[in-house]
Each structure stands twice: as structure tokens, then as C-alpha cells.
């Protein structure tokens, strides 16, 4: 057994971290968007924590785009090419607090799915480093997951 990639493991890892640059990239916005138009009696908290998370989550996707770089990838960079990968969905605009939190969960549970796709196939790919850093991320972020569900009393 060798402990070196394969093309088609590289290209599978790639594919997987660019949808992560995608991902990252339309929550940035989308998460921004909700900081901007969070109303109600938790406006306060809200929009502290939107801004707390799309700070985040814009150190998070330049972590990937950098891995890419690091094993000679190229991260998508445009915002097509985000819409175009990314399985998130921009805001609606028209999101009521709770629902901005419930959206938010969502896709924060979408994007901790597909990392554990790509920390298995980096595992597989003996590529640790890049496992290490997807498993790390994930545990980000199902933790606030479990705070937005306390949030929101689930």
C-alpha cells in the first residue's frame, strides 16, 4: 500500500474543498445579509452573533482556499463560480429572525455533512493535514449548531 494520492483522489479532495470555498462564501454573504436585517426582541444578541459568524466563517474559507493552494489547487474565486458550486442557497431576504437562526442550522449541517465526505476521502488519501483541518471546522460548527438550537428552544 502506498501512502501518496492518486489523481482521482486529489481531483475528489479539490472538488470537495472548492464546494467548501463555495459554501463559505455564499453564508458569508447570506449570514451578513441577516446580520444587516435581523428586527425583533433579539435584534441585540442577533446581530452580535450573525457578525460573530460571518467573521468566522470567512477565516474558515480562506483556511480551504489556502490548503488548495497548498497541495496545487485553485480555489474558485469569483461569486458565479461560488453560486454555481456551492449547495447553500442565498437569503431569501425576507427571513424572520427565528428563521434566520433555523437557516443558518441548516446550512451549517449541509456544510458539516460534506466535510465529513472530504475528511474521509483526505483520510483515505493519507492527506492528515487537510483531515485534521476539515475535522476541526466541523466540530465548529456542530457546536453552534447546538447553540442556535438552544436558541431557538429545540
Given at each position: 500500500m502506498t501512502n501518496t494520492k492518486s489523481e482521482a483522489q486529489t481531483k475528489n479532495i479539490t472538488e470537495i474543498l472548492n464546494r467548501q470555498v463555495a459554501n463559505l462564501?455564499?453564508?458569508y454573504v447570506k449570514i451578513h445579509n441577516f446580520h444587516w436585517y435581523v428586527k425583533g426582541e433579539n435584534f441585540y444578541t442577533l446581530h452580535i452573533k450573525f457578525e460573530e459568524l460571518?467573521?468566522?466563517v470567512t477565516?474558515?474559507?480562506d483556511e480551504i482556499a489556502?490548503?488548495?493552494l497548498t497541495i496545487k489547487a485553485s480555489?474558485?474565486?469569483?461569486?458565479?463560480?461560488?453560486?454555481e458550486l456551492s449547495s447553500i442557497q442565498e437569503a431569501a431576504g425576507t427571513e424572520d429572525a427565528r428563521t434566520m437562526v433555523q437557516t443558518i442550522i441548516e446550512d451549517?449541517?449541509?456544510?458539516?455533512?460534506?466535510?465529513q465526505e472530504g475528511l474521509e476521502m483526505a483520510e483515505e488519501a493519507h492527506d492528515q493535514a487537510t483531515s485534521d483541518?476539515?475535522?476541526s471546522m466541523k466540530q465548529d460548527l456542530e457546536k453552534h449548531m447546538w447553540m442556535l438550537r438552544s436558541?431557538?428552544?429545540h
Amino acid at each position: 500500500m502506498t501512502n501518496t494520492k492518486s489523481e482521482a483522489q486529489t481531483k475528489n479532495i479539490t472538488e470537495i474543498l472548492n464546494r467548501q470555498v463555495a459554501n463559505l462564501n455564499v453564508l458569508y454573504v447570506k449570514i451578513h445579509n441577516f446580520h444587516w436585517y435581523v428586527k425583533g426582541e433579539n435584534f441585540y444578541t442577533l446581530h452580535i452573533k450573525f457578525e460573530e459568524l460571518y467573521n468566522e466563517v470567512t477565516l474558515k474559507m480562506d483556511e480551504i482556499a489556502e490548503r488548495m493552494l497548498t497541495i496545487k489547487a485553485s480555489p474558485a474565486a469569483t461569486m458565479k463560480e461560488y453560486l454555481e458550486l456551492s449547495s447553500i442557497q442565498e437569503a431569501a431576504g425576507t427571513e424572520d429572525a427565528r428563521t434566520m437562526v433555523q437557516t443558518i442550522i441548516e446550512d451549517f449541517a449541509t456544510v458539516a455533512e460534506e466535510m465529513q465526505e472530504g475528511l474521509e476521502m483526505a483520510e483515505e488519501a493519507h492527506d492528515q493535514a487537510t483531515s485534521d483541518m476539515l475535522i476541526s471546522m466541523k466540530q465548529d460548527l456542530e457546536k453552534h449548531m447546538w447553540m442556535l438550537r438552544s436558541f431557538l428552544g429545540h
